[in-house]
């Protein structure tokens, strides 16, 4: 078993701290890291901690930028200009989950969007590939719903509008061909490029502003304004079924890094363009009969000429079709998904190992040249127009080496460029000659088990699979996925049922917890809030009822001066029984991550022990090594004092007997014609004849049957009776 722990330590709080007060980002996590090593120390942790790793450590993103070069050289990392969100409070790029309502997510500041040229990958080249691995993943349904929702495949048509009076052709994609004989006007993105060339001299200034107005505004906000906006360019196009001239319009809610750009607009049969339609007065033709408008189901095609008539779903393949055959369209697959915004300026984070010539050409750095350092700076504020901090470090950009001259790349990159990929570094962490060595990625590798929050669905979980995928096309590993089983563990609320934080004066800081009750109680308690996948709030009397339940463990075995009062002595057949049947649960419960329920048990465990004078040794050896995982010292105290040897964390497990987990007696549900008229307790051993019997004689059920005659009885041994009158 491999349990590592590591540092994901390059990213924007640190950075921001050290504009703040001027004292270094490295200075600020290594402090930070040994801090959370202490508490990780004293709460007991069993970390192998020979595996430990930090993103921030140049031996680490040395093959951070080595793993980047394959993506450059496969052609999946490329510079190009795009929309951007610019945060001029913190003078950085922020990727789209970065950004929540309009603003950063770490400070409450405004987002802008900017065009801006960054470094991209080409995760797009993976979509397929990222949705059909999720068939065979173990992982939470709703997890791989939001991967695929984020995905986002689409089947529909791509559609060619001419422009009228051009040469100009403007392309669209529609998973509904069905409702183009409905598409009265064109919508396109602010920043789609034909804007310039098609709009007429009489509406350039309205639409300039327009576009001015456009790239305030985040690209959240665009899509959840509750109003839509926008101004029409004075051209047209032609509706390549009806050849009808539609008006084109430009509006904020279209984005040109989604799609094509350009949108044809069917406002009896989509919401926002019946909304748009409606509050521009634009024509509305339905072309899919039905009910109230806008209706977006699909049905039977009218006015849409010799498709009238028509369902939906047939209309679709036969437009599509007419539109490939006529030259004007084609059948295409599209994806929501974007490729992946991979540049940040910031100073805290991996330099690129990439050199630009002095004729433009981007070249990556010798391997032999690795890790790219980050040099030393004094002032960490990106400049106001968005150039990173490392452009002040002229000695260190000028690069001249074996014949090679250009300038460094200044960005760094995001912080899930280290994430991406760190579980394998893991399994090979003071290899100096490779990221890991074959050998240790076929025996570690795919990840057995992997527990990380939910928040990660669409950002680095999807991004892990995304390098996996491209490290398996390299071949430098052998399986394709990185994570087979996936559980998220829910957030630890603070008292008042919010998310803890500063602000809220909620947070519990762990060092006081273990010094007022002892990390034994902390580490059990938090195990014993409640399903490890649910959010659980802090409760302090919690905690102390757990800490009384370890008392009395001690209590059993020993007196207030530290006797023993554990004997070599028999288990009783009631304490016998309930021994093992905490074994089969507790184990059993463990391996399903059913913390909270093992711990339950052994609480019922220690109450059968107190309704006994009995104190065997047996019990109580048992019971510190079921302890152990989540009470560790106080468990080898106990092993310790009941004479046993080495120590109880690498002890055999115990094994549960069959004949003692084995109930005599079970309570069964009792149904009449499927509907539960009450329980019955009996032996397994019962006969269906002997437990009808003592079924009718419980009132409910001689109520349901009355004088009708059993038709047929169905009885599962130790489950349900169901009698069928």
């Known amino acids: 078993m491999l349990h590592p722990m590591g540092w994901d330590a390059f990213g924007l709080p640190a950075e921001q701290f050290a504009i703040k007060t001027g004292i270094h980002p490295a200075t600020t996590t290594q402090k930070s890291i040994a801090n959370f090593k202490r508490q990780l120390h004293a709460l007991g942790f069993s970390f192998d901690w020979s595996k430990e790793i930090s993103t921030c450590d140049p031996s680490f993103y040395k093959w951070t930028?080595?793993?980047?070069?394959?993506?450059?050289?496969?052609g999946l990392a490329y510079q190009k200009e795009v929309p951007v969100n610019w945060c001029p409070a913190l003078r950085t790029v922020l990727a789209n989950e970065e950004v929540v309502d309009g603003k950063s997510e770490r400070g409450g500041h405004p987002v802008v969007r900017v065009p801006m040229k960054q470094w991209m990958l080409k995760i797009t080249d993976y979509a397929e590939r990222l949705l059909e691995g999720l068939d065979n993943l173990d992982w939470s349904e709703r997890t791989k719903d939001g991967q695929r929702n984020w995905i986002g495949k689409s089947v529909g048509a791509e559609v060619h509008f001419k422009i009228v009076g051009t040469k100009k052709t403007l392309n669209v994609f529609t998973t509904r061909p069905d409702t183009l004989f409905g598409a009265t006007f064109m919508v396109l993105a602010p920043e789609h490029p034909l804007v310039a060339e098609i709009t007429t001299s009489a509406q350039l200034a309205i639409v300039e502003d327009y576009k001015k107005s456009a790239a305030s505004k985040s690209e959240v906000d665009r899509q959840t304004a509750k109003t839509k906006s926008g101004v029409f360019v004075g051209s047209y196009a032609l509706n390549p079924l009806t050849h009808q001239q539609i008006p084109i319009w430009i509006a904020d809610y279209v984005l040109m890094d989604y799609g094509t750009g350009a949108i044809m607009a069917v406002p009896a049969h989509d919401e926002r363009d019946f909304e748009f339609a409606t509050q521009y007065q634009l024509p509305i033709q339905r072309v899919i009969a039905g009910g109230e408008l806008p209706y977006t189901s699909e049905g039977t095609l009218c006015n849409s000429d010799g498709f009238d008539g028509t369902s939906s779903t047939e209309a679709i393949e036969k437009i599509t079709h007419f539109l490939e055959s006529e030259g004007i369209g084609k059948k295409r697959v599209q994806y929501k998904l974007r490729d992946w915004l991979f540049s940040r300026q910031r100073y805290w984070g991996e330099p690129f190992p990439i050199i630009k010539k002095p004729d433009g050409e981007l070249v990556g750095v010798p391997p032999n040249e690795l890790p790219v350092v980050l040099p030393d700076v004094k002032d960490f504020q990106p400049s106001e127009d968005g150039k990173a901090?490392?452009?002040?470090?002229?000695?260190?950009?000028?690069?001249?080496?074996?014949?090679?001259?250009?300038?460094?790349?200044?960005?760094?990159?995001?912080?899930?460029?280290?994430?991406?990929?760190?579980?394998?570094?893991?399994?090979?962490?003071?290899?100096?000659?490779?990221?890991?060595?074959?050998?240790?990625?076929?025996?570690?590798?795919?990840?057995?088990?992997?527990?990380?929050?939910?928040?990660?669905?669409?950002?680095?979980?999807?991004?892990?699979?995304?390098?996996?995928?491209?490290?398996?096309?390299?071949?430098?590993?052998s399986h394709d996925e990185p994570f087979k089983k996936l559980v998220h563990q829910g957030m630890l609320l603070g008292e008042d049922g919010e998310k803890m934080s500063k602000s809220r004066g909620n947070v519990i800081n762990?060092?006081?917890?273990?010094?007022?009750?002892?990390?034994?109680?902390?580490?059990?308690?938090?195990?014993?809030?409640?399903?490890?996948?649910?959010?659980?709030?802090?409760?302090?009397?919690?905690?102390?009822?757990?800490?009384?339940?370890?008392?009395?463990?001690?209590?059993?075995?020993?007196?207030?001066?530290?006797?023993?009062?554990?004997?070599?002595?028999?288990?009783?057949?009631?304490?016998?029984?309930?021994?093992?049947?905490?074994?089969?649960?507790?184990?059993?419960?463990i391996e399903r991550l059913n913390f909270n329920t093992a711990i339950s048990q052994m609480m019922i465990l220690v109450n059968e022990l107190y309704k006994t004078d009995a104190r065997p040794r047996e019990l109580f050896k048992v019971l510190s090594q079921l302890l152990m995982p989540f009470a560790p010292h106080l468990a080898e105290e106990l092993w310790s004092r009941l004479g046993e040897s080495g120590?109880?964390?690498?002890?055999?497990?115990?094994?549960?007997?069959?004949?003692?987990?084995?109930?005599?007696?079970?309570?069964?549900?009792?149904?009449?014609?499927?509907?539960?008229?009450?329980?019955?307790?009996?032996?397994?051993?019962?006969?269906?004849?002997?437990?009808?019997?003592?079924?009718?004689?419980?009132?409910?059920?001689?109520?349901?049957?009355?004088?009708?005659?059993?038709?047929?009885?169905?009885?599962?041994?130790?489950?349900?009776?169901?009698?069928?009158?």
């Not at 930028?65 to 496969?74: A, G, I, P, V, Y």
């Not at 280290?418 to 570690?444: K, T, V």
Request: proline share 6%; with cysteine; charged share 25%.
């Open 65 to 74: 930028q080595f793993l980047f070069l394959k993506l450059f050289e496969k």
């Open 647 to 725: 120590l109880v964390s690498i002890a055999p497990w115990p094994k549960w007997h069959p004949d003692f987990v084995t109930e005599d007696e079970v309570e069964i549900g009792v149904q009449v014609l499927g509907k539960m008229r009450g329980t019955l307790r009996v032996s397994l051993d019962t006969t269906e004849e002997e437990v009808v019997k003592k079924a009718l004689e419980i009132q409910a059920v001689t109520n349901a049957v009355g004088a009708k005659p059993l038709k047929k009885v169905i009885y599962k041994p130790g489950k349900i009776l169901n009698l069928i009158v």
């Open 510 to 589: 762990p060092d006081e917890i273990v010094k007022e009750f002892g990390a034994d109680s902390l580490r059990t308690y938090l195990m014993f809030m409640g399903p490890l996948e649910k959010d659980k709030p802090w409760s302090t009397s919690g905690l102390e009822g757990v800490r009384r339940f370890l008392n009395r463990i001690w209590r059993a075995m020993f007196d207030e001066q530290g006797n023993p009062l554990f004997k070599d002595e028999p288990l009783s057949a009631d304490l016998q029984k309930a021994l093992h049947k905490t074994i089969k649960k507790v184990t059993e419960d």
């Open 389 to 477: 901090p490392l452009s002040k470090a002229v000695d260190w950009i000028n690069y001249d080496s074996n014949g090679l001259q250009g300038q460094r790349e200044t960005d760094t990159m995001p912080g899930s460029a280290g994430s991406s990929w760190y579980f394998l570094r893991y399994i090979d962490p003071n290899n100096n000659f490779a990221p890991f060595s074959p050998e240790a990625q076929s025996y570690w590798m795919p990840v057995d088990l992997y527990l990380g929050g939910a928040e990660h669905t669409v950002g680095h979980l999807l991004y892990a699979r995304f390098w996996q995928k491209v490290l398996f096309d390299c071949g430098l590993v």
